[in-house]
């Protein structure tokens, strides 16, 4: 089943919204909640350089969040912006909506003048990890433990297309 897509800019009234989509997705994931997850989330709403919505002007249906350069690890390639954040609402997984928040990512941050971008996944997440690897991301650096979750994780980069 194909779903049309609508993607517009994110704006502080969708932070909510989007904290609550973060912790419901992970918990979905995880098949628990974990405490300190819209925590650690937060404060990436302040330093985003790019944050896309899936969804109408009042529902969020996916979101993806970008941040500057050097927000990441320190291990993270010195000129990325990193891709901190993306997630769906559980129930409009595999539908392609992931998939077309990370391409919308890709291109606005190429518009925004970073070459390359980079972003973490867990590597339990073997779904996600297949949607990054099947678009062009690249596994970079080694596998280092998640500092929340305490499961390996690795980086992963893009080389972005700049006009």
Not at 7 to 24: I, K, N, P, S, Y
């Amino acid at each position: 089943m194909t779903m049309s897509i609508r993607l517009r800019q994110g704006t502080t009234g969708d932070r909510e919204q989007c904290l609550a989509l973060w912790v419901a997705a992970c918990a979905a994931r995880d098949g628990r909640a974990v405490e300190g997850v819209a925590d650690r989330a937060r404060p990436k709403f302040d330093e985003c350089v790019s944050w896309l919505i899936a969804g109408d002007r009042d529902r969020v249906d996916g979101f993806a969040l970008s941040t500057r350069l050097r927000s990441g690890r320190g291990a993270d390639p010195y000129d990325a912006a990193v891709l901190g954040l993306i997630a769906t609402e559980p129930e409009r997984q595999g539908r392609g909506l992931g998939r077309a928040l990370l391409r919308a990512a890709s291109r606005d941050l190429a518009a925004l003048g970073y070459g390359r971008a980079v972003l973490h996944a867990r590597l339990d997440n073997a779904i996600a990890v297949h949607l990054y690897e099947s678009e062009g991301w690249v596994p970079s650096g080694e596998v280092y433990e998640h500092p929340l979750w305490r499961l390996p994780t690795r980086a992963f980069v893009r080389t972005l297309r700049t006009a």
